[in-house]
Nanobody
């Protein structure tokens, strides 16, 4: 089992940047592929990035490709999401999640463990 705690959210102007962190508990962190998801009010939760156990395989949907960067530090039990060129439509609660798999999945149902989320608000 792994517990996840997100941090780094906040209020930023359009065009700005934020870096989210997700700290995991447990020594099995490196066994999990990790994902970042977001959920805006009255919208479904959607994936924004995912990374394999080793960090060698990464997935982004087109909506954030070129603006968001996911990375992980297995020694620090942490996964990061660097978000640049933020837009008002990026406003959402951002969640990290863990999937006991080698490769990252874009399927939300693949992820077994979830953090509580961190709010990101982008003003225009």
């Amino acid at each position: 089992q792994v517990q996840l705690v997100e941090s780094g959210g906040g209020l930023v102007q359009a065009g700005g940047s934020l870096r989210l962190s997700c700290a995991a508990s447990g020594r099995t962190f490196s066994r999990y592929a990790m994902g970042w998801f977001r959920q805006a009010p009255e919208k479904e939760r959607e994936i924004v990035a995912a990374i394999s156990r080793s960090g060698g395989t990464i997935y982004y949907p087109d909506s954030v490709k070129g603006r968001f960067t996911i990375s992980r530090d297995n020694a620090r039990l942490t996964v990061y999401l660097q978000m640049n060129s933020l837009k008002p439509e990026d406003t959402a609660v951002y969640y990290c999640a863990a999937d006991l798999a080698v490769l990252p999945s874009s399927d939300i149902t693949a992820y077994e463990y979830w953090g509580r989320g961190t709010q990101v608000t982008v003003s225009s």
